[in-house]
């Protein structure tokens, strides 16, 4: 069967790799694991490409955990959704594999990394591929701990240390969310298999809970929440501009392409659940905006290459977001699609520019370097221009459509997220093409060392780059009807909830946005009007405000952080070393010792004390013994 | 039954016979200390592998108890001297002996102060815990439940740190505290029923009041063993002053004894009063989860780090027990077992960065990644399960455990699932500081990673921990059968 090689091939590679390494050389490793993510990547494609034959189906492993009257089994579903995120997550991975192999061999830890990515391959395919909510959560924290491991990678750093749990514990916030989600749906539905649940929503309509919420609200806001964590949605963001410490094969493949989508594919698997909950779906839409916007109003401010990226893949996620809250769900996986290549070309097209930089990631000390790396620049462009959405390239059919569809969403909240999805693509234009500018035009900002040694990257670097770039141009010319067209059989058995088609059309006013972005971006970075120094100098508190990530992680360390430390030490020194010790072992000894030497007086050794304590004695008794017996 | 043989007598006695043999060794010979550990090594290896064959020889279709054995001891108060398992405390038999065998190997190369003693004490704690879960009489029971204690206060008292005396001395007084009032109740139900069978008092209808207050003493005796807030400050320093096998053995099996004692007094006994306070119970479980977690959070010593850490997942448990569902039970037993392994083996890690550093502080560490690869790895592997993550039995557990407190409460859920985050937080920042980082103690460079029995040792416990998270069945299939007996009773309350 092709699906269980699929999944269990990068598995059995990396563990393969793990017990091979110390005996062989590192060459060996990235030989291997490459090879089984390229062999994995080839069944996906024979199973992807032709459209028509998808046949749904679960293939059954063997039992997990027993619950009450149902079982859940380790298995593998297979449905066009399925197919879509198999091809994502092996192709860009097997690029990434490639790319790593140039990229990281002088680092010592070349084969843990290798090992780390492959590993991490397997638990996105098993997340995508489970047939119920528990092997998607097994799925899904085996690729925040691969993340966890990948983030302190260089773990003799502290800040990698830092952002790597950060990313875990940020992630466990929103891990909760699901638990709960999975609690209740466990509760109502007795079973936690997305058929099972699907096939009996009819019967759960109407059922409200306490707190005003109706049910489908209330679970499809907790596995939001799940959702929010993974993929970096307005208040559990933090970890992912964090993220970047890691190496940046890891930022394209994991924190771009695969692993923060999986909160959106978690959303459109459950889009017949969230059909039947108005409340969460404004609340994503909103949630969604809110993330498009301050993501990308952050990233026209930094100056760090890969911040720059990740921000703008968090406000990318926000558009995806909002198509799911518009109910545009096809959309939203469409999307993910194409961001998964072109965002993957911008991180990997950064990594050459890091590299030729000698591990300068400040892009304010970068700066004409076009002739240096042209095949580089070529791919920024490339994939700058698909994120912005120009017409041929592969962003535009699925942002476009995205933004269209929120044109027709009523309500205020849609009204608000199409105004945000429109003022969005012109951020994303200026701060793509600030970045493109600052680093391969204008006058250099960098040391002559460093300028004497900017080069092309190696041909084993460059070729997934153009791989991806290529994908980037033509991915969504190629696939949109497959996505967008609600004839064409290709979701059927997927369960996922259809939206209307959309029809393109190139003089959209929309188009109009992204160009007057490049162009400011153009006039400040180039032609060097001062309007940028104008608005440090004059509108400080907003440039502050947003050049410091609108300050929410300050406001996390003084609200959250800092109390819970504070309460654990109090509950420590106070509860359990002061009350509990108090009230427990010592007042225990204390009191005994303190009664025994009381009572320890009484026995004087004198006869007479002796003789008068037994007539007081005898007094009381005499009484008892005449009176008590008349009862 | 078709053996004869008096397997489950055997397997009580193997220890015995090892403490005898080590007892009758000489003391002065120059090689007391191995011929003693390597003695206690064959004994318990050969324990081990005796339960392993009863376990194979139990079959969770036939009856409830199995393998029984009953002969009449103190005929006036019905005291019998009645021997049997369950699907339930086989299971433990096994961890016991199990973990008996990696105490054994973890003070291979750490105690060199009388090892005669200490492998003598080692068996007879072994012995201890293998009777009190397969003791089928309540006074038997009571008497390997308060018995295990000798050898741990000894092993606290004689080979731990600085501060042991203290330690050693809460320990007893906390347990003994919980264990007169058990004594008490034992005395009255044998008065009552004229018996003192486990057997018989599971199916004997005790009155409301006598089973409120029943209940409550043996509540507060396995609670203190638990350890549940607020009777659980003993376990900290307990662990921090014991030596590593003696930690291993109290996280791993002693604290089982009152999750056990609830599963084979509490629920099956006193079905009414069990409703009554379970909401009670379960707040308490979830202050316990989110109170230790958070006082772990602030901890600077290795130990304590990992004491609190058990006392949250001992949270879980009685979270899952009191539930009083099918699954919540399930999960409590589940949990009980994994963290058995998980913690037990976690404790033997910090016994061998113990044994060459000489510290517990955490600050004192980072790096150790760099000097001992292959241990930092089986170390990841165990703080994952302790985590909770799935894959590992610690998910397994905990998760039957939180889908079965929604039907309680949604704020269980919420809190015990807090806990989960701060589990996250506590653990990945230990592994953090100890392992990653940069090398600031010159102790810490001079690490030699592990190796031989040790590191076999170690790494069946991972594996075992991977096996029991990928294939839960395995092990649930023998439990189930006694754990649908304990919810039959409920029920059947319940219905009423």
């Known amino acids: ?631 | 039954m078709s053996n004869t043989l008096p397997l489950l007598t055997i397997l009580w006695a193997m220890p015995l016979m090892g403490f005898l043999g080590i007892f009758l060794m000489q003391k002065n010979l120059k090689n007391a200390l191995d011929n003693s550990r390597n003695l206690a090594l064959f004994v318990s290896c050969a324990t081990f592998l005796f339960s392993v064959a009863i376990f194979f020889q139990f079959d969770s279709r036939l009856d409830i108890f199995q393998l029984v054995e009953k002969y009449s001891w103190l005929p006036m108060i019905g005291m019998r001297y009645h021997l049997g398992v369950d699907g339930i405390s086989i299971c433990f038999v096994l961890l016991s002996t199990f973990m008996s065998l990696i105490a054994v190997i973890s003070s291979f190369h750490s105690i060199k102060t009388h090892p005669k003693t200490f492998y003598m004490n080692i068996l007879i704690l072994e012995f201890m815990l293998i009777g009190s879960f397969i003791s089928l009489d309540m006074i038997m029971f009571f008497i390997f439940f308060e018995g295990s204690l000798i050898p741990m206060f000894m092993i606290i008292g004689l080979w731990g740190g600085e501060n042991r005396v203290y330690a050693s001395f809460k320990i007893v007084l906390y347990t003994l505290t919980g264990s007169i009032l058990m004594l008490i109740a034992i005395v009255a139900i044998s008065f009552q029923m004229g018996s003192t069978s486990i057997k018989l008092a599971s199916h004997f209808n005790f009155s409301m009041d006598s089973q409120h207050f029943l209940f409550l003493a043996f509540f507060i005796s396995f609670a203190v063993k638990t350890p549940m807030i607020p009777v659980h400050t003993w376990l900290p320093d307990a662990h921090v002053q014991a030596p590593a096998a003696g930690s291993i053995l109290l996280a791993a099996v002693l604290l089982k004894l009152g999750g056990y004692g609830f599963l084979r007094f509490s629920l099956p006994m006193f079905p009414e009063a069990c409703y009554t306070f379970a909401p009670f119970i379960q707040g308490l479980s979830v202050v316990a989860i989110i109170y230790a977690s958070l006082v772990a959070l602030a901890q600077t010593d290795l130990k304590k780090v990992i004491a609190y850490s058990s006392i949250a997942h001992m949270g879980y448990v009685t979270l899952g027990i009191f539930s009083l569902k099918h699954e919540g039970i399930t999960g409590a037993m589940y949990q009980m077992l994994s963290h058995g392994v998980i913690s037990g083996a976690l404790f033997m890690c910090v016994g061998i960065l113990y044994h060459q550093t000489h510290t517990r502080e955490i600050k004192e560490y980072g790096g150790v990644v760099g000097s001992m690869p292959d241990f930092t790895v089986l170390f990841f592997l165990l703080t994952l399960g302790a985590i909770g993550l799935p894959g590992t039995s610690g998910f397994v557990g905990e998760i039957l455990v939180l889908l079965s407190a929604y039907s309680s409460s949604l704020w269980l859920v919420v809190c015990a699932g807090g806990g989960i985050i701060l589990g996250a937080v506590y653990s990945l920042t230990l592994f953090g500081r100890i392992f990653w980082g940069q090398i600031h103690n010159k102790k810490v460079k001079e690490l030699v990673d592990i190796q031989g029995i040790e590191k076999i040792a170690l790494v069946s416990l991972v594996l075992i921990m991977l096996v029991m998270g990928v294939y839960p069945k395995m092990l649930m299939r023998v439990f189930d059968n006694s754990i649908k007996d304990i919810t039959s009773i409920l029920e059947g309350i319940s219905y009423e």
């Not at chain 1, 399925?82 to 084969?111: I, K, P």
């Not at chain 1, 978690?266 to 969460?280: I, K």
């Not at chain 1, 959309?331 to 990997?348: D, Q, R, S, V, Y």
């Open chain 1, 1 to 631: 069967m092709i699906l269980p090689l699929i999944v269990f091939t990068p598995l059995f590679m990396a563990i393969l790799a793990w017990i091979i390494l110390p005996h062989f050389k590192p060459i060996s490793t990235h030989i291997l694991t490459t090879l089984g993510v390229g062999f994995s990547m080839i069944l996906s494609i024979i199973l992807f490409v032709p459209f028509f034959h998808f046949v749904p189906q679960t293939i059954e492993l063997f039992p997990w955990i027993p619950l009450e009257g149902y079982t859940t089994y380790w298995s593998l579903k297979f449905d066009p959704l399925v197919g879509v995120m198999l091809f994502v997550v092996t192709t860009v991975s097997f690029l990434v594999h490639v790319y790593s192999t140039e990229y990281m061999s002088h680092d010592q830890g070349s084969s843990r990394f290798m090992m780390l990515i492959s590993l991490f391959t397997f638990f996105m395919l098993f997340l995508v591929t489970a047939a119920d909510f528990l092997q998607l959560f097994c799925g899904w924290e085996g690729v925040g701990l691969c993340s966890y491991l990948l983030i302190g990678f260089w773990f003799h750093k502290d800040s990698a240390i830092e952002a790597a749990k950060k990313a875990f514990i940020v992630n466990r916030i929103g891990d909760l969310g699901l638990i709960i989600g999975m609690a209740v749906i466990y509760y109502y539905f007795g079973t936690l298999e997305f058929t099972q649940i699907f096939d009996k929503l009819p019967t759960m309509i109407n059922i409200s809970l306490p707190l005003g919420f109706s049910l489908m609200d209330f679970i499809t806001l907790m596995l939001f929440i799940g959702a929010m964590g993974k993929s970096a949605q307005f208040g559990l963001h933090v970890w992912l501009p964090d993220a970047m410490e890691g190496p940046t094969p890891v930022s394209a493949l994991i924190h771009a392409a695969t692993m923060v989508t999986a909160g959106v594919f978690l959303m459109v698997r459950c889009s017949p659940l969230l059909e039947l909950a108005p409340v969460t779906k404004d609340i994503i839409l909103l949630i969604g905006s809110i993330t498009a916007f301050f993501a990308a109003t952050i990233a026209i401010t930094q100056n760090d290459i890969k911040r720059i990226i990740a921000y703008s893949t968090c406000s990318q996620l926000g558009y995806m977001f909002m198509a799911i809250g518009s109910g545009f769900y096809t959309g939203a996986m469409f999307h993910l699609f194409t961001h998964a290549f072109f965002k993957a070309t911008l991180f990997l097209g950064a990594g050459s520019v890091i590299h030729a930089f000698s591990h300068e990631q400040n892009i304010k000390k970068m700066g004409d370097a076009f002739r240096h790396i042209p095949y580089t620049y070529a791919m920024m462009w490339i994939g700058s221009l698909a994120l912005i959405g120009c017409p041929p390239f592969s962003g535009f059919f699925s942002k476009e459509s995205i933004i269209h569809i929120l044109s027709h969403t009523s309500g205020s909240i849609g009204t608000f997220a199409y105004l945000v999805s429109l003022f969005v693509a012109f951020l994303t234009a200026f701060y793509a093409f600030r970045l493109i500018f600052l680093v391969f035009h204008g006058k250099s900002n960098a040391d002559d060392k460093v300028v004497a040694h900017i080069h092309e990257s190696p041909s084993l670097m460059l070729f997934p780059v153009i791989m991806l770039s290529i994908l980037a141009i033509f991915i969504g010319v190629m696939t949109y009807r497959l996505f967008l067209n609600p004839d064409v059989r290709f979701w059927v058995g997927s369960h996922v909830v259809l939206s209307p088609g959309v029809h393109y059309s190139l003089f959209d006013p929309v188009l109009l946005l992204p160009i007057l972005g490049i162009v400011l971006a153009w006039l400040i970075y180039i032609k060097e009007f001062p309007i940028n120094v104008f608005c440090k100098t004059h509108l400080t508190l907003i440039y502050e405000f947003l050049f410091t990530k609108w300050r929410i992680d300050e406001l996390y360390t003084v609200l959250i952080i800092n109390p819970i430390f504070s309460l654990a030490n109090i509950l420590w020194k106070m509860g359990d070393e002061k009350i509990i010790e108090g009230i427990g072992p010592k007042f225990l000894t204390q009191t005994t010792n303190y009664l025994g030497n009381k009572i320890k007086s009484l026995q004087t050794g004198y006869i007479s004390d002796y003789i008068i304590v037994i007539f007081i004695f005898l007094v009381l008794l005499i009484p008892l013994i005449f009176f008590g017996s008349y009862k």
